[in-house]
């Protein structure tokens, strides 16, 4: 079993910048991918960024120059700093692990991007 809570989301004005957190319950070394997705309202739930225990990562490319995935093994978190701030950014963001062969989620965060 994998738990991971998120934290880091909230308002942002255009052009600013957020850092989330994903902290997983035990060691995140041995996951094979983690990653982040968003769910705006009215859509469905789209890849923005994983990262895998090799160390490669990969982008939604409406993301790719502004979204940066990295994490610490250490602290068995990993994060998503976002700059550059659209509001089509803005949605519920959500952690994401793949273990075993199954797939864990966090309960999710709200960016919210407004002026």
């Known amino acids: 079993q994998v738990q991971l809570l998120e934290s880091g989301g909230g308002l942002v004005q255009p052009g600013g910048s957020l850092r989330l957190s994903c902290a997983a319950s035990?060691?995140?070394?041995?996951?094979?991918?983690m990653g982040w997705y968003r769910q705006a309202p009215g859509k469905q739930r789209e890849l923005v960024a994983v990262?895998?225990?090799?160390?490669?990562?990969n982008y939604a490319d409406s993301v790719k120059g502004r979204f940066t995935i990295s994490r610490d093994n250490a602290k068995n978190t990993v994060y998503l700093q976002m700059n550059s701030l659209k509001p089509e950014d803005a949605a519920v963001y959500y952690c994401?692990?793949?273990?075993?062969?199954?797939?864990?989620w966090g309960q999710g965060t709200q960016v919210t991007v407004s002026s």
């Open positions: 994401n692990a793949y273990y075993r062969f199954r797939n864990y």
């Open positions: 035990g060691s995140i070394s041995s996951i094979n991918r």
């Open positions: 990262t895998t225990s090799g160390g490669s990562t």
